[in-house]
């Protein structure tokens, strides 16, 4: 394939290929057709959007826009729309979740880009930005679709084409600046030293913010005037066959993979039959470029062969490369992987030679680079330009490594002190203050070190802990719980399972300011000198196991045990009565789990709250039991235990108006050391009957908890309509001469009977989809209107035709389920309508986040005209606590980790 011969610049590339036949096939999710946009179909509706920018948006050439999107679509569109209206698109990488990065990071970004426009889409508006102060910020979805001539005056910026952010994970972000040249140089290097043939298909599955994606794909495939293809990330991770189905049936050239999900698919495709892998032709794929962190050679060997046995045509189509932001992604390429690297008998994969526009070398043990292909400046930081490069020109990369005789680079180490993980970078303290925080029994605070390691023969890096313990030597329950706790607090902040060595108190030496050094412990560990501390660990945990471990007892269990193990989800050994949610799985764990238990056991459904309900090997066993024969326990039961552990107050939990305790699920895995218990409203199961008053709630609830736990102090808290009955329980258990210590509504006024009428039948059912993330906010508010005239069952059917289907298998949500479950939330709604608070409880804690749009506009007026109200109702002490996200995502998935600190303050602030 020829490279298109274009001036220098990235609109007069988008015009070259509007005028071929290529385009972008487009997909959104599983099992949904995806669209194909012509290049001359995307320069259309990016000329549209220009036009909007200058004209409703008042950019003006040489404004830096923020382009912020999760999909390929929306992110390579305004990509080029801002191009076509003179101005820099700098791609936003994701946001943390924590309020304070985020804000930071939003502070960081609006004056590091002297103050952009931010282009959206209103949903995130209302979630990413929903706190912004200083950030202009312009939503998609209301610019107007009128057309306008193309700027033709060009920015400050002089010829910078796009500003990429670095990770900022050895400090704040940077933005690289890329220009026209600079990019359009890249692409053609790359295709020179990777040529494709004619009608050739390139496949991405990485966000447009990663300059892999935007450099490495998207331009360098228009460069080639050819086909590309986007996928969602989540879509390949989930599930890696995903990725080989796609480029068997597009046909693919080029696409990319990381050394993470190389040995992914090596271990899926050793240990899977031969029946996932039908159908899958490779032969067209002339180039897997891998490239993030080092490649196992082992690992390179085995897929290469894999690939070869799908059908690809040589056995150099996996490419080892190195790049960085700073040079446009990959430079430098190895074309002789894995052959080169067996002759010559390394651990990992050399990196190959230079692409036209770049060159090498190594000065002081560190990798330089420099050429046309490289950038030249960080935009607005003069002073971290004039660190990246060398008096005479060259580019400091970061890296130690190696060139030999045949000019063939090998990185030998990083100098930039970084954990990466699947391909995603962490600094270190971040992972040591997240142990830190979580204040585990039996580890010293600031006695936490973290590193990178990859063990002799391992296919990748896997994150190192070693921490110096409290506890006795002998002690083997402490090390194993310490053991446990410290794999969920990494795991919840990483998504990895690391390797954990306690050592004892003085083996980790400290400074006169009392830090550890991180590459001296590091340095000790690589050398072998805690291996006796590592054999006591080994020795120790081994005796835990033998006097403990509780093996299965039957045949089902067995069997059970075995599913769980073949998962290879636990980083530690677990018997029968081991907790499952203790252990750190994830959600994607759990349905592997209830998908493969289901195959084991030729059931067509075992429902995840079965599984959460049931969390050993041993009562999930007798749970599946239930579900092979005649059902004999149809009583209800209005109490689920999620977390049985610990010698603190228990927490007791109120459900929200749908009536389900789902929401807490993510709450659980944070306090190991306090059981949890959720409410569940009656009528969910088969035969039950909804409530019908709120004394029946109350009275039920009230002697189910005190079943449970007989005396006081008490510890209660509700979400939304589950914060009005918990402070009815907490009413009627102070009249009984009980303790509550401590008392939580979350994001609850207390006169909530107006707006108790405003919801109805359809209200209700459109508010459990959005609980269970099966549609997005936007689309259940237009709902609404849509689905009110019509009868209640063809409601459900059109809520969930239009449902993220996966979502639903995975929630085992059918449209009776939804019916049954709406009439519930519906009962309690009813329950609702005449509630007047009255009395008083000792003390309140209020959490509040973003409130609902009907009911004020933003936290300030909601807490001055609404939540301040429980002043009336509290005698002693009412405390607010601010957190983040919105009424719907206040402990979901992207706020819990956040909310769960809080929540811990608010509780050892009363005593528990």
Known sequence: MSVIAIEPRLEALLDKCASGQAGIILYTAENVPPEYLSYRELRNEASLRASCLRRYHGVVPGRIVLVHFRSHRENIIWFWASILAGCVPAMSTPLVNNHEGRASHLAHLHRLLLDPIVITSQELLSTDFAENTLLLCASAENTHEEGGSRADEYTSLEDVAALMLTSGSTGAAKAVCLSHEQILTACKGKLLHMPLPQGAVVLNWIGLDHVGSLTELHLTAMVAGCDQVHVPTTEVIADPFVFLRLLSKHRVARTFAPNFMLAKLQQLIDAGPAADLRGIDLQELLYLISGGEPNSVGVCVQISAHLRMLGAPTTTTLTPGFGMTETCAGAIYSRKCPEVDVQTGTEFTALGTCVPGIEMRVKNDGLEVRGPIVFQRYFNNAEATQEAFTNDGWFRTGDTATIDASETLRLVGRSKDLVIVNGVKYLPHELETAIDQAEIAGVALSGVVCFAHRPAGASTEHIQIIYQRDYDAYDSKARMDALQAVVRAVLFFAGARPRVLPLAPGRLERSTLGKLSRAKVRTSFQNGEYQDEAEIDAQMLQAYREDHVAEPGNAMEQKLMCVFRDLQVASFEIDIDTP?????????????????????????????????????????????????????????????????????????????????????????????????????????????????????????????????????????????????????????????????????????????????????????????????????????????????????????????????????????????????????????????????????????????????????????????????????????????????????????????????????????????
Request: aromatic content about 10%; proline content about 5%.
């Open 580 to 912: 499952i949610l203790d252990i750190g799985v994830t959600s994607i764990d759990l349905i592997r789990f209830k998908r493969a238990a289901e195959k084991a056991f030729a059931i067509k459904d075992i429902p995840i709250i079965t599984i959460m309900t049931n969390t050993t090997i041993r009562t999930l066993a007798a749970a599946i039991k239930c579900i092979q024969g005649p059902q004999t326990d149809t009583s209800y039961h209005p109490l689920v235990t999620l977390q049985p552990n610990g010698d603190k107050t228990p927490l007791f939990l109120l459900h929200p108006g749908i009536g389900e305790m789902l929401v807490f699920l993510g709450l659980v895995q944070y306090f190991p050391d306090r059981p949890i218990y959720a409410f569940r409203a009656r009528g969910l199961n088969e035969g039950e009957q909804p409530f019908t008053s709120q004394e029946e709630v109350i009275s039920t609830y009230h002697r189910a908890l005190k079943a449970t736990q007989p005396q006081g102090p008490y510890a209660i808290a509700g979400y939304s309509y589950g914060s009005m009955l918990a402070f009815e329980i907490a009413k009627l258990l102070e009249t009984g001469g009980d303790r509550v210590q401590f008392l939580g509504s979350f994001n609850l006024p207390p006169h909530i009977k107006t707006r108790m009428r405003r919801l109805d039948w359809t209200a209700g059912m459109v508010h459990i989809a959005h609980f269970c993330s099966i549609i997005t906010e936007a689309r259940s508010e237009e709902l609404l209107h849509e689905l009110r005239p019509l009868p209640h069952d063809e409601q459900v059917a059109r809520l969930l035709a239009e449902s993220d289907q996966q979502r639903c298998a995975d929630l085992a949500l059918t449209q009776a389920g939804i019916h049954n479950w709406t009439e519930v939330s519906w009962s309690l709604q009813k329950i609702g309508w005449e509630y007047e608070p009255s009395g008083d409880v000792s003390h309140m804690d209020v959490f509040y986040c973003q409130p609902l749009k009907d009911v004020a506009s933003n936290r300030v007026e909601y807490r001055k005209q609404h939540l301040n109200h429980w002043v009336d109702f509290v005698r002693d002490d009412l405390k607010f606590w601010q957190v983040d996200g919105q009424h719907y995502t206040m402990i979901g998935p992207e706020n819990v980790s956040r909310f769960q600190q809080t929540l811990k303050k608010a509780l050892a602030v009363r005593g528990l």
